[in-house]
């Protein structure tokens, strides 16, 4: 793991500067789980101490959440990821090939959930710091 964030690390973590702007509009429409994860799990390095951040673009894509320090994306899943599966699938892997971890949670669990959306974060923050 130690060679993954190297690699992350070398690659200034795949950010893309050509996605700043459509970032920067995303961040203003959130949507009301990803406001939710945010504020009540996420934000002000209330997960375990970590920084996490909103709409970061990395390679081709503008993941939800991302943490730097441990690799680590979050996705908040809606109703429009019912129907692009495939591109949900190759998006993750294509992430993962870089080196990232990708944890995925639909609205419905982070809003009706929230308890367990954390733990489950939690847990693998906790498994996986050392690593890094």
């Known amino acids: 793991m130690i060679d993954r964030f190297k690699q992350l690390k070398q690659h200034n973590f795949y950010y893309n500067p050509k996605l700043?702007?459509?970032?920067?509009?995303l961040v203003q429409r959130i949507t009301e789980p990803e406001y939710h994860l945010?504020?009540?799990?996420l934000m002000a390095r209330k997960m375990c101490g970590y920084r996490f951040m909103r709409q970061v673009p990395v390679l081709y894509y503008i993941p939800d959440?991302?943490?730097?320090?441990l690799a680590l994306i979050i996705e908040?899943?809606?109703p429009n990821?019912?129907?692009q599966k495939a591109y949900d699938r190759n998006r993750q892997k294509r992430?993962?090939?870089c080196g990232f971890t990708v944890l995925r949670f639909s609205n419905k669990a982070v809003l009706e959930q929230t308890a367990w959306v954390k733990s489950e974060i939690e847990t693998w923050v906790k498994k996986h710091k050392n690593h890094l």
């Open 65 to 69: 959440f991302m943490c730097k320090e």
């Open 76 to 78: 908040v899943d809606g």
């Open 38 to 41: 945010w504020c009540e799990v």
């Open 81 to 83: 990821h019912i129907y």
């Open 95 to 97: 992430l993962e090939s």
């Open 20 to 25: 700043r702007q459509r970032a920067a509009q």
